[in-house]
Structures are given as structure tokens and as C-alpha cells.
């Protein structure tokens, strides 16, 4: 069941702020679930999608970098409610964003979405029991006011407007262009040059082979070395299972990927020499014989302490044995007029440098966030089963596991906050709010070293050792806790009083 998207009305004609039962912030993987679940599971309720950008698809509609794709497999990173269909499990940017746009259209998700709305500042009334939203349309400085009775941010955990680039020294003197992935200019032309991809994460990984098959050669310059495992690009599984109905074979294979990632999480975590043997034998088989392994594929963190990245059908360890790329384990002295000089006294010479350094982390999106008054900030904020927030009421938060499918966990989140709502509705609640109450030990939300994560631990919320106050990764037991488990305990409601009934 859908609702027909409403009327918008601009406070700048004089008219009062227009008013939803749920704002969703951000049309992206999440924000498209959100809408599903809303309009599916809370009817009654008048939602509208606020999306910054022009279009559905947030990080996939973003990120333009040649080979750009996910590394979680497409079984699980699709909805529950509209699986994936193709043989395929590793796939392109491209083929996500359109996964994503087909299914707004299909459900009807896409006539709540507004775009060009960027929600600059919520502010919490406990008198009116509702939030007072702030919305910046297109280019337009003067913000719109908007109303809402739950706020559910689906925004993601990083900026938009700018990825993460260290200051290099001597950076003004390289001749060439210097590009960071999550801006790529899509008239930028490789063909025939020589890169240097500063970096070693998931985007490098994914980049080196997508641009080793245009470029005259492509050198991957990593400081230090990441966990790459090759995976099949296709699931057998899904041609074994072909001739069965969908409602049958796609929970299967759906299962099967989240108990397979489930169980090398697990290993690695618990058994960390032996993961670390089983990698690292695993990128020998694939590599030349000699090839270097130590230093170029050999972490001094255990597995998981950081992303693994994976590889469709060990791509990344082909483009290294063709000649076409290759990869250097130094750190960068400076930059020079033709290149790259290292600390160790080499030289890499470059026609374009390639700056895959990270993202910036953004909590909330940016987003301004008041109560009565008071400012909240998200680093001083603690997760309540998360997806709520300490001591503000009437907000959501979606955010995915680091070691699994974003959707997996960004779909209970939404199902979660569908039963918060019914059961408010049940009642006659108008407020929730989650009390942090005494003191609780604090750590950070992610139980990751990666750089982009230590960089932002002091400005995204926090967690704890103990129920509810911190984020399982452990897809497993959070579908019971969140289909079947106590959700309101821990958390305090409020009815309107009858000075606040309105007609």
C-alpha cells in the first residue's frame, strides 16, 4: 500500500510549515528501505524522503570512479523485500544505483522523495511534542520550515562534499592532476599514462584493475598493506537453485551468504593466525610465482581490525601478474614535479596521481540537532539498540554493520522503527526517548583501526559493553532481538496532555 505524495507547500508564500508523521533524511540504500517499510508496515502514516542531491541512490549514484562497486555480495546488500535476481554477486556502481532507482519506482517509494532538500537543523519541542526542521531548497540560502512528529536519519556516516585528502607536501609541484575517487571528473582521460594510486583500502583495490586495462601502467603506492580475498564474481547457487520459485531460492541464497560471512567473521576474530594464514596462502595462489608477499600482502593488524576487502574473481591479483600494475609498500616523502619521491629514496614517476585516501565521517549528516532548546551532539550521544539516541526523543538513526551487508542491519533498523511507531500508536504515545540514566563505559561505534574511523571516534556516537547500549555485529541474533525481542524496555513515552490537543 502506498500514499500519494502530498501537495509541498513554500513558507515563503506566508503559508504554516507543512507537516509529516515521519521525515526520512536521505534517498540513498537506506532511505528507499525506509520509505518500503513505512508505507507497508505504518499505513496511517504521511511520510516524505528529504534528499540533499538530485537523485535516488546516495553513495551509488555519488561515486563515479572507473570500476567502482560494492564488496558485499548483491544477495544480501539487496532488500529483503525485492531480491536480487541476477547471477551475479559482486556487481558495478551502476548496476546498484539502478537496483536501487527500480525499486522506488516499482514500490512507489520515489513520489515521497523530495529533492534538493538538505535538513540543516532539527530543533525538539517537548511542548508541541514534534520536531521544527530547517530545509535548505537548491541553491535558495533562506531555509524552509517543515514539521514532524519522527525524525529517522538515513543519511549515512560520511560527507558528500569532500573525501578525505592528507596534505601532501610538495603537493602544488606534481605537473599532473591529483584526483580524489569520490570526485572523479568524468571527462578525466587515462588512457596511455602512467598512475599512482595513493592507498590500500577497498576503493584502490577496486580501482587498480578497472584502470590497468586503459593505462600504460598502474602502481598501487600503499603505506600499509590490507587483507585482500578473492571471491567469486557469480554464486553457483544461484543457477543451482534457478528452477525453484523466488519466494523459495532467494531466502536461501540470502541465508546461506549471511551464515558463510557470519562464520569467516567469527574465525577471523577468533582465530586470527589462522585467518591471517588462510589470507595470505590464498593471495599466493593467485599471485606469480615469487611475487613478494611480504611486505605488499601482509597486515601487521589481525583480520577484521580493519575492512577486508574482497575481489571478484581475484581481478586485482590478475592486473598485478599482467605487468599492467603493480604495488609499492613506502610512505611518501613528496611530491615532485614528475612524480612521487619515497622515504626509502626511490622514485615512482606518474602522469596522474590517484589520492584513495579515505572518507571524511559525518555523523547525522551534518545536521544541527536541538532539544528544548539545548544543543546535542553526536559525540557525546550514546546508541540505544542501535538505532535511537540517548536523551532525544522521536529519532532514529540507520546505520549498517562494518562487517556485513549495509542493508541487512539498515532494514531491521526500519522494522524496528515501524514497530516503535505502532506501538505508540497503540497506546497513544506522543514522545520516546531513550534515558541514558548513570554513566556507562564508553567506547566507539565502529570496532575498527582504519584511519577514517580513528579520525571521527571523538564526533560520532558512542556505544558501551552492555545492553542496549551498544551495536551487535551479528546479523544472526539481531533479526530474533529485533522481530521478536523487548524493544521498548529501557525506553520512556509520553502522552499529550490536554493543554497540547490539537483540532
Known amino acids: 500500500m502506498t500514499i500519494a505524495a502530498p501537495d509541498e507547500i513554500d513558507l515563503r508564500d506566508g503559508a504554516g510549515p507543512e507537516h509529516f508523521d515521519v521525515v526520512v533524511v536521505g534517498a540513498g540504500i537506506s532511505g528507499v528501505g525506509a520509505g518500503y517499510r513505512l508505507q507497508t508496515e505504518c499505513p496511517s502514516k504521511r511520510y516524505a524522503i528529504f534528499e540533499a542531491r538530485g537523485a535516488i541512490g546516495g553513495t551509488w549514484d555519488l561515486m563515479r570512479f572507473p570500476g567502482v562497486r560494492s564488496d558485499s555480495d548483491m544477495y544480501t546488500l539487496a532488500y529483503p523485500f525485492r531480491p536480487w535476481r541476477d547471477a551475479r554477486s559482486i556487481v558495478d556502481g551502476e548496476s546498484i544505483r539502478n537496483y536501487v532507482r527500480d525499486t522506488a519506482t516499482e514500490l512507489g517509494v520515489d513520489r515521497h522523495i523530495r529533492y534538493h532538500h538538505r535538513v540543516v537543523r532539527a530543533e525538539w519541542s517537548s511542548v508541541d511534542a514534534r520536531w521544527r526542521l530547517e530545509v535548505q531548497i537548491?541553491?535558495?540560502?533562506?531555509?524552509?520550515?517543515?514539521?514532524?512528529?519522527?525524525?529517522?536519519?538515513?543519511?549515512?556516516?560520511?560527507?558528500?562534499?569532500?573525501?578525505?585528502?592528507?596534505?601532501f607536501p610538495g603537493r602544488e609541484r606534481f605537473g599532473g592532476p591529483v584526483v580524489h575517487p569520490q570526485h572523479w571528473p568524468e571527462d578525466l582521460d587515462y588512457a596511455g599514462k602512467r598512475v599512482v594510486v595513493i592507498g590500500s583500502g577497498a576503493t584502490a583495490v577496486t580501482l587498480i584493475p578497472a584502470m590497468a586495462e586503459k593505462a600504460a601502467h598502474v602502481t598501487m603506492l600503499q603505506r600499509s598493506p590490507s587483507y585482500v580475498v578473492s571471491v567469486p564474481g557469480?554464486?553457483?547457487?544461484?543457477?543451482?537453485?534457478?528452477?525453484?520459485?523466488?519466494?523459495?531460492?532467494?531466502?536461501?541464497?540470502?541465508?546461506?551468504?549471511v551464515v558463510l560471512t557470519t562464520l569467516m567473521y567469527q574465525l577471523c576474530r577468533r582465530r586470527p593466525a589462522l585467518a591471517r594464514r588462510m589470507i595470505t596462502s590464498g593471495a599466493e595462489r593467485l599471485l606469480p610465482a615469487g611475487f613478494p608477499i611480504d611486505p605488499h600482502f601482509t597486515p601487521t593488524y589481525d583480520p577484521w581490525d580493519q575492512r577486508v576487502c574482497l575481489v571478484p574473481d581475484g581481478d586485482l591479483f590478475t592486473a598485478l601478474g599482467s605487468g599492467r600494475a603493480s604495488v609499492v609498500t613506502d610512505r611518501i616523502r613528496s611530491f615532485t614535479e614528475t612524480g612521487i619521491e619515497l622515504e626509502s629514496g626511490t622514485s615512482l614517476d606518474a602522469d596522474m596521481i590517484v589520492a584513495a585516501t579515505g572518507l571524511e565521517m559525518l555523523a547525522w549528516g551534518g545536521i544541527e540537532v536541538s532539544v528544548d532548546g539545548v544543543a546535542r551532539e553526536p559525540g557525546k550521544s550514546f546508541f540505544y539498540r542501535g538505532f535511537m539516541m540517548s536523551d532525544i526523543p522521536n529519532m532514529a538513526v540507520c546505520i549498517g554493520y562494518t562487517n556485513a551487508s549495509w542493508t541487512l542491519r539498515a532494514d531491521l533498523t526500519s522494522r524496528s522503527v515501524c514497530r516503535l511507531l505502532n506501538h505508540m500508536d497503540r497506546r497513544g504515545y506522543v514522545s520516546v526517548v531513550a534515558p541514558l540514566g548513570d554513566a556507562v563505559a564508553a567506547g566507539p561505534s565502529f570496532a575498527l583501526t582504519s584511519g577514517y574511523v580513528q579520525r571521527a571516534a571523538d564526533r560520532f556516537p558512542r556505544v558501551a559493553t552492555t545492553s542496549p547500549w551498544y551495536l551487535r555485529q551479528n546479523y544472526v541474533i539481531d533479526v530474533f532481538a529485533t522481530r521478536f525481542g523487548n524493544l521498548t524496555k529501557g525506553l520512556e513515552f509520553s502522552r499529550r496532555k490536554p493543554a497540547q490537543a490539537r483540532t
Open 138 to 167: 537548491g541553491d535558495d540560502a533562506e531555509p524552509v520550515r517543515y514539521t514532524t512528529d519522527f525524525l529517522y536519519l538515513c543519511s549515512g556516516y560520511y560527507r558528500y562534499d569532500a573525501g578525505y585528502l592528507p596534505g
Open 234 to 257: 557469480a554464486n553457483g547457487l544461484h543457477d543451482l537453485l534457478g528452477r525453484l520459485p523466488e519466494r523459495v531460492s532467494a531466502p536461501i541464497i540470502r541465508w546461506f551468504n
